[in-house]
């Protein structure tokens, strides 16, 4: 009797075991993806670990080009001489491993994906982190140099000495490098949102007031309190906000009735 159960019970085991091994399979190469992607950051950030100081002193340089004649950094940490720095050489690592993370990032994903789908995505990700190094190449060359500038002339009246910590320094570069990546994430972010159909064109210039207005709020929360920081991150988003728009009238699916 139990010879007749086995066919009847063999497909629905056999189901199970097939559903496990797929899931197994794409944890481990989920695993194996991720270390390599971990190795290939280590590579690079144990190739570049001996220039640490140098790394540290030109991510610092537009501060210290700022300040006046005898004016320099400091550290108020017992550890901060050393962590810092290797922070910093961190980020460049990470920023130099980034195209072999995504590239196991993309391959793990790209099996599961249409074919309209992997030709969208390829140039979404290249361009993605063409727009983000160009963001932090913007606010390392335009805009730190620019405030720190203002802020070192505005302490001069008031007698006071510009002395950065090097911790807050990092700090604040980090969160002003974050912002001006994303902001020039935004031409991507509108030429997505238009080849999926969630948005059209017309709808972008209708609310392109509200757009203005939302980029002047964003840049007022993730700038420092000044009137030059928030215009120079304001700007380049409704530029940029006009740019993604230019860029996805070759990208809009065409409507029977569209004017």
Known sequence: MSAQQTPEQTPESDKEEGIQETFLTHLFE????????????????????????????????PLLDALPNGGRMIVTDVTG??????KVTMLVAFLGALPVIMYQLWAFIAP???????????????SSYILFIAGM????????????QFMAHYNAPLGA??????DKYLSFAMTTFLAFGLTFEVPVVVVVLVKLGMVRINKLKEIRPYIIVGAFVIAAVVTPPDVLSQLLLAIPLCLL?????????FYEPKLESQE
Not at 161 to 166: K, P, S
């Open 241 to 249: 906000y006009e740019l993604g728009i230019l860029v996805a009238r």
């Open 137 to 148: 190449a913007f606010a390392y060359f335009l805009v730190f140099p620019t405030v720190f």
């Open 81 to 86: 001489s050393f962590f810092v720095p290797m």
């Open 30 to 61: 989920l695993r194996d993806r991720l270390i390599k992607s971990v190795a290939a950051l280590l590579v690079v950030f144990l190739g570049l670990v001996y220039w640490a100081p140098d790394i540290f002193h030109l991510f610092s340089k």
């Open 112 to 126: 599961g994906l249409y074919k309209h789908e992997r030709q969208l995505i390829l140039p979404i990700v290249t």
């Open 161 to 166: 000495d510009m002395a950065t910590d090097i």
